[in-house]
């Protein structure tokens, strides 16, 4: 199951926040990725702003990019927004990446 979650944030860090340069991972708006026994994925994440402009098309693109990998048929995505994202939430490499 580790190779499975590699994947599946392999294919989330080719997403990318459209006002920030940095992909959504390490920016620390995925809060949770769980897969299940029968490789149903659970994917909590949240935005930048409950306003953010790709609200709607930000969490499609996750699953849809998940979906593309093998063996996965499932995908149940939820928008979270507690805890409120931070910039504290992000990798040191996002936050060098941004100068912060």
């Known amino acids: 199951m580790t190779d499975l979650k590699d994947k599946i944030i392999t294919e989330i860090k080719k997403i ?6 940095v992909n959504i991972y390490e920016l620390g708006l995925i809060y949770k990725i769980e897969v299940s ?33 093998n ?5 149940d995505l939820k928008l979270v927004w507690d805890p409120p994202w931070t910039k504290e939430k992000m990798s040191e490499a996002a936050k060098l990446e941004l100068n912060l």
């Open 16 to 21: 990318y926040d459209p006002e920030i340069p």
């Open 37 to 69: 026994e029968k490789n149903d994925i659970l994917i909590e994440m949240t935005l930048t702003s409950p306003n953010c402009p790709v609200a709607e098309s930000l969490p499609n693109s996750v699953k849809e990019n998940i979906l593309k990998i």
């Open 71 to 75: 063996g996965i048929k499932n995908v």
